[in-house]
């Protein structure tokens, strides 16, 4: 138990569903991470929040939406996704972004996009 | 831009050791962690270095070199949990904590 928990722990969507993930954190930390790993690719960064705000977007396509709507709570919004999409989705919270310790990450949400 | 290299794949032999390298190119390094990955689980936190040199914790040691863009872990008496994926992950001064990966390596222990 990291103290990061993410909803739901697997979730399959066709192309044309509109389908939200969910993630919150009692560590009352700052600074927030969406992450994507693919099979056989590095985890890769897709979002950070800090204090609510959005800091960075990685060149991630429009159909994923991020919202923070408090420091504890970071949802991904998902709509007309692609096959290629399908891919574990991790959750991530650190004190601050500007802090250099590790961050907790939450067990993912696990995608199929049919 | 930033490349981050791990070996994909290694076996032991339980209570054996094993050294899991990983050799970065970024600007601006600042620091670098390693998270343990068990299938279907969170990665969780191993070691943080941001000086040269071997930090020792327990059984797992992390060793940093910057002017060689190095680092490698150390899983020493290998227990059959310890099977898992191994990421190694650089952050850059100016990005703050934002994690760069590397591909992992899953570590295999055999008895």
């Known amino acids: 138990e990291t103290g990061v928990t993410q909803t739901p722990r697997h979730l399959v969507m066709g192309m044309t569903n509109k389908k939200s993930l969910k993630c919150e954190q009692h560590?009352?930390?700052?600074?927030m991470y969406w992450y994507k790993q693919s099979a056989k690719k590095p985890l890769e960064l897709m979002f950070v929040y800090s204090l609510e705000e959005r800091v960075e977007n990685n060149s991630v396509p429009s159909r994923f939406s991020p919202e923070c709507p408090n420091s504890s709570h970071l949802f991904l919004h998902l709509h007309t996704l692609q096959p290629e999409d399908s891919a574990l989705y991790l959750c991530?919270?650190?004190?601050?972004?500007?802090?250099?310790?590790?961050?907790?990450f939450g067990q993912g949400t696990r995608l199929t996009v049919v | 831009g930033q490349n981050i290299d791990q070996p994909t794949e290694m076996t032991a032999t339980e209570g054996a050791i094993v050294q899991i390298n990983c050799t970065y190119q970024?600007?601006?390094?600042?620091?670098l962690f390693w998270y343990q990955q068990h299938a279907g689980e969170a990665p969780t936190f191993l070691s943080y270095?941001?000086?040269?040199g071997l930090e020792e914790k327990g059984r797992f040691s992390s060793f940093l070199s910057r002017s060689k863009g190095y680092s490698y872990l150390l899983l020493k008496e290998l227990q059959m949990k310890d099977s898992a994926s191994y990421l190694c992950?650089?952050?850059?001064?100016?990005?703050?904590?934002?994690?760069?990966f590397g591909g992992g390596t899953r570590v295999l222990v055999k008895p």
């Open positions: 970024t600007s601006g390094f600042n620091g």
């Open positions: 991530a919270s650190s004190p601050g972004l500007h802090i250099d310790t590790e961050a907790f």
């Open positions: 270095n941001v000086l040269d």
């Open positions: 992950a650089v952050t850059m001064g100016a990005a703050g904590n934002k994690l760069t």
């Open positions: 560590l009352g930390h700052n600074a």
